[in-house]
């Protein structure tokens, strides 16, 4: 049943439970982006959820472009999955033992990402992207990394990390807390920028264990590692005997059934990264990620290799079930050619309406990921993301929110549209934004 888009009457429920909130747990909320502390005012709690819309405590409803970050490629809610995991949860929550679903799930993987030979499953992209830079270092035994400005990878100590003075320097912290000794073997580059890469490797390639990239990234809104760019990161790794790790936990069964790799691979001929990370998408929205790479590499895990990972959670029987629902509703047919069409209808309409309106815009998708500028031209890096008018972007952020549209409460984020978007949820979301510009 679909409750009237009304604006609340009376004291904000929003507004009550944040204040609750902030008395017990840190800024009233348990990740700091959902604080709305970038665009100002009031965290929306949730309330429910069904397919592409969300209500929150004030009753109020809106067409969801963030979708858990990223997991939600179905919609809240789809039938299969939930029917799925309420048989799993009948079977018993958690047994810290091997189950039948944790093959299944693996066999799944490594059928729809072929540089894949084996993985292990764990229960967050943090621990994913953590345990891959540890197995990467103990297969190599090197350890220098290299990670890009923008990118995410987890909060990690190693991986929260900026660029240092030079690139005979390593990285500062970019957390409290992260001991500068920790993050003195990570080396932070710039993205896109080959020169840069290419004087990295000639100054420390033999003792650099691996670089991690997001291919696509979506921590600094939408940013594509260029085809040049990738290929020569493959063939610096490749002669250096680097492993390229790509951290798909947000890419990863989003922007293609492949991932990026899958996309990348379509202009790279032969194309396959050393490692993968995966996450989001491969829970449905529970608890679960994943690592993986050659059987050579990923032998070196405990319990056959000298490599220490280990999880009580890992594998949950649940998240398993809803993993699994989920990848296997994204395999019909033509999944991913409406999901993209979609995605770029929104991106389209955005567009359209910002050129009539004379409003700067620009825009991206892959699949069933996006994101939008107020800029001229499509930033290539960190620093030009970075570049965009932040109160303009909060207050389209607010404008839209009003109307019922909920993005990213922030401007290096990207956007996600789901399966279960409409073409009606695209055309109300265009014509907001049409709304708007035209008063700016
Ligand atoms: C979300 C994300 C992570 C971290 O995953 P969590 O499950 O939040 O720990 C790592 N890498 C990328 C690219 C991500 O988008």
């Not at 909130?21 to 909320?29: F, R």
């Not at 696509?216 to 005997?241: D, Q, W």
């Not at 989003?254 to 790799?261: D, K």
């Amino acid at each position: 049943m679909e409750l009237p888009n009304t604006k609340p009457s009376g004291p904000s429920r929003n507004e009550s439970l944040f204040q609750r909130a902030k008395q017990l747990i840190p800024g009233g909320v348990n990740s700091p982006v959902r604080a709305f502390k970038a665009v100002g005012g009031t965290p929306r709690f949730v309330q429910r959820a069904a397919g592409a819309h969300f209500w929150d405590a004030d009753g109020k409803r809106y067409i969801d472009y963030i979708g858990s970050w990223g997991p939600m490629i179905l919609g809240h809610g789809h039938p299969a999955v939930v029917e799925a995991v309420q048989a799993a949860l009948l079977e018993g929550f958690s047994f810290g033992a091997p189950t039948e679903r944790e093959v299944e799930l693996a066999e799944e993987i490594v059928k729809l990402v072929p540089s894949l030979e084996m993985v292990r499953l764990v229960s967050s992209g943090t621990e994913a992207a953590m345990s891959a830079i540890r197995l990467a270092r103990g297969a190599t035994g090197r350890s220098k990394i290299i990670k890009f400005e923008g990118c995410y990878h987890g909060h990690a100590d190693a991986l929260l990390v900026k660029a240092g003075s030079g690139l005979a320097t390593f990285g500062n912290p970019t957390s409290a807390g992260v001991p500068p000794e920790v993050v003195q073997h990570t080396l932070v580059l710039e993205y896109n920028h080959i020169a840069q890469l290419e004087e990295a490797f000639a100054l420390h390639g033999n003792t650099i264990a691996c670089l991690m990239i997001e291919p696509i990234a979506g921590n600094m809104n939408f940013v594509r590692a260029s085809i040049p760019f990738m290929k020569r990161c493959r063939e610096l790794c490749t002669a250096h005997g680097t492993l390229l790790v790509f951290d798909e936990v947000m890419t990863g069964f989003r922007v293609a059934l492949g991932g990026a790799q899958s996309v990348y691979a379509r202009s790279i001929p032969g194309f396959k990264p050393d490692m993968t990370v995966l996450g989001k998408v491969i829970g449905g929205g529970m608890p679960l990620a994943a690592f993986g790479g050659s059987r050579q590499v990923m032998e070196q895990l405990a319990p056959m290799g000298p490599v220490y990972q280990a999880g009580t959670l890992s594998g949950n029987p649940v998240a398993t079930a809803c993993g699994l629902a989920t990848l296997r509703e994204i395999q019909k047919p033509d999944f991913y050619h409406t999901l993209s069409a979609r995605t770029r209808s929104l991106v389209t309409g955005l567009s359209a309406a910002a050129s009539q309106t004379g409003v700067p815009f620009c825009t991206d998708s892959e699949g069933g990921m996006f994101g939008f500028f107020l800029l001229d031209q499509l930033p290539q890096n960190y620093a030009t993301v970075m570049t965009t008018d932040s109160p303009a972007f909060n207050r389209f952020f607010h404008a839209m929110l009003d109307d019922g549209i909920y993005y990213a409460p922030a401007l290096y984020e990207a956007g996600f549209v789901s399966a279960a978007h409409t073409a009606a949820d695209i055309e109300a979301t265009v014509s907001a934004a049409h709304r708007y510009f035209s008063r700016m």
